[in-house]
């Protein structure tokens, strides 16, 4: 009799999925370029009290849909624009994930299959990171998730209501990034149901289902798009849904492709360090389908997961755009077929493959702090990097000891269900020492929160704020206040490019501070007006022009 307690395993994903994504939440500041743009945006919702069109810089922004921002601009009300406050955003769809894909497997295949998936799921790289930047991914991936799970709660059941669930779902990842939710959920379910009725008669719900959960669908995205609309047309709409959602797939936008395995190492890197045991998981799969005398709820959800793995990965794998982010929506199908492996492992009580591909994980941290060990032996370090190597040392450390621990669950049979769990708590410490211990080292090469510091601690009514030639351009906007112009670097002026001219720039503000590269020789003229080196920060500078308007 198998054990069903699907709360228990929501709980327990929950817990583990917050163990590795909470601590450290808060450490330094944004990095740049996504999480100062988005966090920039959720602000300016304050600034400008504008719940349905987002603003950056002051510009209205069609990039992407709301419901980040909507949240982000929610906790930075209650707690401030801190770092904290809009990656909470991103950590809490993380936790409901974890929680969601525990429930939603223990209820088919039991409590420690369902444990099993979601301790998988919150502890591999991709979920780690995922969860703690401030972007739309991690609500994006909660939303997949959740609609292809009712969806097949649907079609396992015949139940009209799960179809409407997903559909709600489905609405909330639109909100989150546009078509791609919906369209990704539909082309997992449709040839997993395809392929799954090919072996069982499955209960299909009502046409009637599926119409009302496309107008549910309807009603959640609709008041949000219908406004933009009744400011600005269709405007908007072309932006976000034909240049960038249909134009990512068909184009290159910002310069982001890759070749067509680009995901095959970003599925390798970002499973780790359950990539391990993938290998044997889909063979456990493969033998699972050809197994006549298997659960049939067993080769449902290896169906499902398969379907998962390889639509999105091939979907994803012919856009022309590329971003390894994009793949992190099918790793709960990971997490779920590498359950079902451990189980098969925990009731057999050991494997011999289990064993091999545990010694794998820590022969390869072994190989990487050899390598580590070398170089810095080899090389002179700056004393950043250098402070950098022992937090590192530790977190290779946990790993190789948590997948030593695992191989040695692994061998005996009265403990091999306790193996994910070794290697798991491993994964919790790592991640966490890299976000206490590793990255706040990472602060002193961003020079421009700093600098912003300065600029807002001296800046008076009227002054403008620019950035030339340095990277950087919306953490200064995230860490002054809009507007902050972007300047042509000097003797570069296009009309064909976003740079703005110079010399305009500095002749038309009360004062200017602008914020350049560091060589003396990337400085302007000072078109005749006096001009003040503030402060030097590693390669950036920040000047002031102040004084004689230009003639």
């Known amino acids: 009799m198998i054990e069903r307690q699907p709360a228990r395993a929501a709980l327990v ?11 450290g939440l808060w450490v330094g500041t944004l990095w740049d370029n996504s999480e100062t743009a ?3 945006v959720a602000r300016e919702i304050l600034l400008t009290h504008d719940w349905v069109v987002m603003h950056l810089n002051g510009v209205p922004y069609f990039v992407q849909p709301p419901l980040y921002f909507w949240f982000g601009a929610a906790f930075a009300l209650l707690i401030g624009p801190t770092a904290f406050a809009l990656r909470l955003p ?6 409901a994930l974890g929680a969601f894909t525990g429930y939603a497997v223990a209820r088919q295949a039991g409590t420690r299959v369902g444990i099993y998936a979601a301790v998988i799921l919150s502890t591999c790289l991709m979920q780690a990171v995922i969860g703690r930047l401030a972007i739309m991914d991690a609500l994006l991936d909660l939303a997949v998730a959740m609609t292809i799970f009712w969806w097949f709660r649907a079609l396992e059941t015949g139940r009209d209501r799960y179809v409407v669930y ?3 779902a489905a609405g909330g990842g639109f909100l989150a990034k546009g078509l791609v939710a919906p369209a990704v959920a539909l082309l997992v379910i449709v040839p997993f149901y395809l392929w799954n009725r090919r072996s069982e008669t499955m209960p299909v719900p009502s046409p009637r289902a599926w119409l009302a959960g496309v107008l549910v669908f309807l009603v959640v995205v609709l008041p949000w798009t219908l406004s933009l609309v009744a400011h600005y047309h269709l405007f908007p709409l072309q932006k976000l849904i034909g240049e960038y959602t249909i134009g990512r797939y068909t184009s290159v936008v910002e310069n982001q492709s890759g070749p067509v395995w680009y995901y095959v190492p970003v599925v390798i890197l970002g499973f780790f360090p359950w990539i391990a045991f993938l290998p044997m998981a889909i063979v456990y799969g493969v033998r699972c389908l050809h197994d006549e005398q298997r659960d049939p709820r067993m080769a449902r959800l290896v169906r499902l997961a398969f379907t998962w793995i390889v639509v999105p990965l091939l979907f994803f794998s012919f856009a022309e755009t590329k971003l ?3 793949i992190a929506l099918e790793f709960p199908a990971l997490g779920l077929v590498t359950a079902l492996y451990f189980e098969s492992v925990a009731r057999k009580g050991g494997s011999r493959s289990a064993i091999v591909s545990a010694a794998t994980v820590p022969v390869t941290i072994g190989a990487l702090a050899f390598a580590i060990w070398l170089f810095t032996r080899n090389n002179r370090l700056t004393a950043e990097i250098a402070r950098a190597v022992p937090p590192l040392a530790d977190m290779g450390a946990a790993i190789f000891a948590g997948s030593l621990l695992t191989a040695l669950l692994v061998a005996r049979a009265k403990s091999a269900r306790y193996a994910p769990y070794a290697l798991a708590l491993a994964a919790i410490i790592a991640v966490d020492v890299l976000a206490v211990g590793v990255l706040p080292r990472a602060e002193a090469y961003k020079p421009v929160p700093r600098l912003a510091a300065i600029i807002e601690r001296e800046r008076k009514p009227g002054d403008a704020v620019a950035i030339q030639n340095v990277s950087g351009g919306n953490a200064l906007l995230f860490y002054t206040h809009p507007a902050v112009a972007v300047l042509a670097a000097p003797g570069q002026l296009d009309p064909q490019s976003d740079g703005a001219d110079p010399r305009a720039f500095i002749c038309t503000a009360r004062r200017a501070w602008v914020v350049l590269p560091a060589e003396p020789s990337a400085y302007d003229p000072s078109y005749g ?9 590693r390669k950036a500078a920040l000047l002031l022009y102040y004084g004689t308007p230009c003639r």
């Open 13 to 23: 994903g929950a817990l583990v999925a917050a163990l590795i994504t909470l601590p």
């Open 38 to 40: 988005y966090g920039e």
């Open 90 to 95: 991103s950590a809490l769809a993380t936790i």
């Open 166 to 168: 997903g559909w709600i």
């Open 324 to 326: 390894s982010n994009y």
């Open 529 to 537: 007006r006096r001009r003040r080196v503030v402060a030097v920060d």
